[in-house]
């Protein structure tokens, strides 16, 4: 059973637009929720994270937009840039001991330009 | 550098066989995760260890196994490989519940 659920499997946008991509989660109980970006030969890197006490999260060009009530949140990469082009994870998690992140299944972004 | 070695990169094996991945997590991290990776699966969560003592058991096959040793690198012990093992596998340390740091990953190849 996929507790987090992560949609589109690929993405392709154009340099200077906006990339989004969404996640569903299933368990009420998940209070962490980071994005990881990853690079080809790489292993995946935190790129921003958000707790379900907010609605949303920006950083740089890079924002997480959370709603609660769907269980959904958001990564939106505003000004797509060719270097942006990557794999972009979303993960849950419980702040307790005992658990771990969860992922879902990743989204390929490829950027032209 | 993200500060997780994982060693070797690449190990190509036989069906059957055994292998041993390590992970050395950052300084300070007490907390070792391992993940498998595949096209199809995503990330994967296999263990957890904390300070040495197994933490969190995901979706490991019982051929799978892990330790952690005193000076906290990590140990995933794979057995009687199949075809289907072949995979990226992971590991990640955290000084906390929050903002794992990943290794480059090993590249297992069953042949």
């Known amino acids: 059973q996929q507790q987090v659920k992560q949609s589109p499997q690929s993405l392709i946008v154009q340099k200077g637009g906006i990339s989004i991509i969404n996640c569903a989660y299933e368990?009420?109980?998940?209070?962490?929720f980071p994005w990881y970006q990853q690079f080809p030969g790489k292993g995946p890197a935190l790129l921003i994270a958000?707790?379900?006490?907010?609605s949303e999260k920006k950083e740089g060009r890079f924002t997480i937009s959370f709603n609660k009530s769907a269980k959904q949140f958001s990564l939106h990469i505003m000004d797509s840039q060719p270097g942006d082009s990557a794999t972009y994870f979303c993960?849950?998690?419980?702040?307790?001991?005992?658990?771990?992140?969860?992922f879902g299944k990743g989204t390929t972004l490829s950027v032209s330009s | 550098d993200s500060g997780v070695t994982q060693t070797p990169k690449h190990l190509i094996t036989a069906t059957g066989q055994r292998v041993t991945l390590r992970c050395s997590p950052r300084?300070?991290?007490?907390?070792v995760y391992w993940y498998q990776q595949s096209l199809d699966q995503g990330l994967q969560f296999l263990i957890q260890?904390?300070?040495?003592?197994?933490?969190a058991k995901g979706n490991i096959l019982e051929r799978f196994s892990a330790q952690q040793f005193p000076d906290l690198h990590s140990e995933l012990n794979l057995s009687s490989l199949e075809l289907g093992d072949s995979a990226l596998y992971f590991c990640?340390?955290?000084?906390?519940?929050?903002?794992?740091?990943f290794g480059s990953g090993t590249r297992l190849t069953v042949v």
């Open positions: 300084s300070g991290d007490l907390s």
């Open positions: 993960a849950a998690s419980k702040s307790q001991a005992g658990t771990a992140l969860i």
């Open positions: 990640a340390s955290s000084a906390t519940e929050y903002g794992y740091t």
């Open positions: 368990n009420t109980a998940f209070d962490y």
């Open positions: 260890y904390y300070n040495g003592e197994e933490r």
């Open positions: 958000i707790r379900p006490d907010v």
